[in-house]
């Protein structure tokens, strides 16, 4: 069973910086396609950010500039590096695993989930 546990997540100001991580075990972490989601209260599950098997990248418009997605193999560790925060980046932040290498920006083709990290960005 492939579980993940997310860390980093806080309170920062407008501006400021945070990094989160994804510690991932109970599977082959290079055979997973990985993603970022997001979700803010009385909001639907919006998808942030995904890393293929390969490392190719992909962003939601808004965060693209600001956030930067990696993955270390050697850690079975994603990271989603945080910058320019804003106050509409406040959400509780999920990390999530795909069966396959495949990814996807729609939350119902993960099949993993972490129990999330609240980041709160005000002053």
């Known amino acids: 069973q492939v579980q993940l546990v997310e860390s980093g997540g806080g309170l920062v100001q407008p501006g400021g910086s945070l990094r989160l991580s994804c510690a991932v075990s109970g599977g082959t972490f290079s055979t997973h396609g990985m993603g970022w989601f997001r979700q803010a209260p009385g909001k639907e599950r919006e998808f942030v950010s995904a890393i293929s098997w390969s490392g190719t990248t992909y962003y939601e418009d808004s965060v693209k500039g600001r956030f930067t997605i990696s993955r270390v193999y050697a850690k079975n560790t994603v990271y989603l590096q945080m910058n320019s925060l804003k106050p509409e980046d406040t959400a509780v932040y999920y990390c999530?695993?795909?069966?396959?290498?495949?990814?996807?920006?729609?939350?119902?083709?993960?099949?993993?989930w972490g129990q999330g990290t609240q980041v709160t960005v005000s002053s």
């Open positions: 999530a695993a795909h069966r396959t290498s495949r990814v996807s920006s729609s939350p119902k083709e993960y099949d993993y």
